[in-house]
C-alpha cells in the first residue's frame, strides 16, 4: 500500500514537472475537462471574486478573445493593435442586420459576421503580413481606425455614431427578465451563460487543436527562425496569412456573443484602446503558453471587478489599471514570454517538489 502511494505520487511529481510524456488523446481529454471545469464553475468564481456572477459571460468571451489573438502573437510572432476591428466589426455586424431587417435575421447575421472577418482579415494579410513587425503592428493600428471611423460616422444611419446600437439585439427564443437573459425551448428555460459557456469550450478547444496540429507547429518555426522554415520551404506569408484569417475569425465569434450577451453595441469596442486591452490581458497572462492568456483575461476582469469595489484600498480602487500597467511592466522585464501563468506554473512545481522531496 505504501510503496503504491508512493508511486501514485512520484507520478503526479513527474506530471507537474512535465517529465513523462502523456498520450494526445489523454491531453485532449484533459484540456476539454479543465475548460468545462473552468466554464462550469466561472459563475461561482466571479460571485465570490468580482462580486457578481453575471460577469461570467463576459469573462469568458474575453478569454476566448485573448486566445484567438495569441495565435497570432504567441505563435507566429505577428502583434496585431487592431484586432478590436474584428471583435467590434462582428458586434456591428450581428447589430446591424437584426435592427435593420429583424431579430430573427440573426442566423443569416453570425455567419455573415465570421465571413466578413475572414474576408477582412485575408485582404489586409495580403497587403501586410510581409511588412515587418513594426510596421506590421503600426499597419494594423491604421486599419483598425480605418473602421472606428466609419463606424463613428455613422453610414446611412446604420451604426448610431456615437450612441452605438442598443435596441432590438434580443435573438428569438431569448428573453430578458430584470436584465437577466435566458433562452426558452418551449418550456424548458436556461440561463444564456451556458449557450455561451458551451460555445467557449468547443471554440477553445478548437483553436488547442489548432496550436497542436502540424500547422500549429509550423508557426513555432516560424516564429523561432523564418529563415530556416523558408529554407526548409516553408511558405511563411501563406502561413501567416492563415493564422491572421484563423485568429480574426474566432475574435469575431467573441465579437458575436459579446453583442448578443450584453445587447448593446458601440464604438469604443473597435477603439485602439480595446485592442490594447487584449495585448495586456495576453502579455500578463503569458504568449508563450495556451492558458496564458486565459489566466491574463481572468486577472484583468479580477482587477475591473473586485480591485475597483474593494472599499478597504478606499480611493486607490479608482487605479486599478495602473496596478495593472505596473504589472505589466514587470512582466516585460522580468519573464514576456511566460508571464504570469508561468510564474504560477513554476511556484505550483516548487511547492510539489518541495513537498514530496527533490528539486
Not at 511529481?13 to 471545469?37: H, M, Y
Not at 429583424?102 to 510581409?130: F, S
Not at 455561451?196 to 509550423?218: C, D, E, K, Q, W
Given at each position: ?5 508512493s ?15 502523456v ?12 475548460l ?35 495565435l ?12 478590436a ?71 446611412g ?42 460555445v ?53 465569434l ?8 450584453n ?30 492568456p ?6 484583468w ?7 475597483s469595489?474593494?472599499?478597504?484600498i478606499?480611493?486607490?480602487r ?34 510539489v ?6 528539486n
Amino acid at each position: 500500500m505504501s510503496k503504491k502511494t508512493s508511486t501514485r505520487a512520484e507520478q503526479f511529481k513527474n506530471l507537474v514537472n512535465g517529465s513523462i510524456t502523456v498520450p494526445e488523446r489523454q491531453v485532449d481529454l484533459l484540456v476539454v475537462g479543465a475548460l468545462a471545469a473552468l466554464a462550469i464553475a466561472m459563475p461561482t468564481i466571479a460571485g465570490v471574486l468580482m462580486g457578481y456572477s453575471g460577469v461570467a459571460s463576459n469573462v469568458l468571451i474575453w478569454m476566448l478573445f485573448a486566445v484567438a489573438f495569441n495565435l497570432l502573437l504567441g505563435y507566429t510572432g505577428l502583434l496585431s493593435f487592431g484586432h478590436a476591428m474584428f471583435l467590434g466589426g462582428a458586434m456591428y455586424v450581428v447589430a446591424i442586420v437584426m435592427n435593420q431587417l429583424g431579430p430573427v435575421m440573426i442566423v443569416l447575421a453570425i455567419p455573415l459576421a465570421l465571413a466578413l472577418a475572414g474576408l477582412v482579415a485575408y485582404g489586409i494579410a495580403r497587403l501586410i503580413v510581409e511588412k515587418g513587425e513594426i510596421y506590421f503592428a503600426l499597419l494594423t493600428i491604421a486599419f483598425g481606425e480605418v473602421v472606428w471611423y466609419i463606424a463613428n460616422s455613422d453610414p446611412g444611419g446604420l451604426t448610431g455614431g456615437d450612441d452605438g446600437i442598443a435596441s432590438g439585439l434580443l435573438p428569438p427564443l431569448v428573453e430578458s427578465y430584470r436584465g437577466q437573459l435566458s433562452v426558452y425551448l418551449g418550456s424548458f428555460a436556461v440561463d444564456i451563460y451556458w449557450p455561451v459557456a458551451a460555445v467557449f469550450v468547443v471554440a477553445t478547444y478548437l483553436l488547442f487543436r489548432i496550436v497542436r496540429s502540424p500547422f500549429g507547429r509550423t508557426l513555432l518555426t516560424i516564429r523561432e527562425n523564418e529563415q530556416l522554415a523558408r529554407s526548409i520551404g516553408v511558405n511563411t506569408r501563406r502561413y501567416k496569412i492563415h493564422t491572421f484569417v484563423i485568429s480574426a475569425v474566432f475574435s469575431a465569434l467573441a465579437g458575436v456573443l459579446l453583442v448578443i450577451v450584453n445587447q448593446n453595441v458601440a464604438t469604443s469596442y473597435l477603439f485602439w484602446e480595446t485592442s490594447g486591452e487584449v495585448v495586456m490581458m495576453t502579455i500578463v497572462g503569458g504568449m508563450s503558453s495556451f492558458a496564458g492568456p486565459i489566466f491574463g483575461a481572468f486577472l484583468w476582469y479580477l482587477g475591473a471587478e473586485f480591485l475597483s469595489g474593494w472599499q478597504a484600498i478606499g480611493g486607490l480602487r479608482h487605479y486599478w489599471q495602473f496596478g495593472f500597467g505596473l504589472l505589466f511592466v514587470a512582466i516585460i522585464l522580468i519573464d514576456p514570454r511566460n508571464g504570469g501563468w508561468g510564474a504560477l506554473k513554476n511556484s505550483v512545481r516548487w511547492a510539489v517538489n518541495k513537498y514530496f522531496g527533490g528539486n
